[in-house]
């Protein structure tokens, strides 16, 4: 997939993630703004934060590979206000109403109910939009969870 990409000119850049239990805890709260995000570590090399603000920099979009990545591009974006060099413990829990400011897309698989990942796809599309992808997936027979099917949010 990636040889295929980078064929058709689409850079690849590369960050570490530990994907931690709190990803795979799901919302038991009423209200998802009361649910604790487990922070998950990360770390993003000076190089790969350079060609990330060179991208941004030529207006080109960033199409992030997974909600992780997601979710950790944000984070060290609202932290620092461009791509810097980091490494530490992303908690950005991502809700609908969320405004995305580092990326322009991104490829994800389907995420179980109740899962902070859902509401984060939820956020970046509309949830009616997610619904009836999820209707579509359904009736296609698509697999669920993480080796399951992925769809292109953008």
């Given at each position: 997939?990636?040889?295929?990409?980078?064929?058709?000119?689409?850079?690849?850049?590369?960050?570490?993630?530990?994907?931690?239990?709190?990803?795979?805890?799901?919302?038991?709260?009423?209200?998802?703004?009361?649910?604790?995000?487990?922070?998950?570590?990360?770390?993003?090399?000076?190089?790969?934060?350079?060609?990330?603000?060179?991208?941004?920099?030529?207006?080109?979009r960033l199409i992030a590979v997974g909600t992780t990545s997601t979710r950790t591009l944000?984070?060290?974006?609202?932290?620092?206000?461009?791509?810097t060099a980091a490494s530490g413990e992303a908690d950005l829990f991502i809700l609908p109403?969320?405004?995305?400011?580092?990326?322009?897309?991104?490829?994800?698989?389907?995420?179980?109910?109740?899962s902070t990942l859902l509401m984060l796809v939820s956020a970046f599309c509309s949830r009616?939009?997610?619904?009836?992808?999820?209707?579509?997936?359904?009736?296609?027979?698509?697999?669920?969870?993480?080796?399951?099917?992925?769809?292109?949010?953008?």
């Amino acid at each position: 997939m990636f040889a295929q990409l980078s064929a058709r000119g689409i850079e690849i850049v590369k960050l570490t993630l530990h994907v931690g239990v709190g990803t795979f805890i799901p919302v038991r709260t009423d209200d998802p703004r009361e649910h604790v995000l487990k922070p998950e570590r990360f770390e993003l090399s000076e190089e790969s934060a350079a060609r990330l603000n060179a991208a941004r920099d030529a207006g080109r979009r960033l199409i992030a590979v997974g909600t992780t990545s997601t979710r950790t591009l944000e984070y060290v974006l609202q932290k620092h206000g461009r791509f810097t060099a980091a490494s530490g413990e992303a908690d950005l829990f991502i809700l609908p109403g969320y405004e995305f400011k580092a990326v322009g897309g991104m490829l994800t698989n389907f995420h179980l109910p109740r899962s902070t990942l859902l509401m984060l796809v939820s956020a970046f599309c509309s949830r009616e939009k997610i619904l009836a992808a999820y209707r579509h997936a359904i009736a296609e027979g698509y697999r669920f969870y993480s080796y399951g099917d992925c769809m292109l949010i953008r």
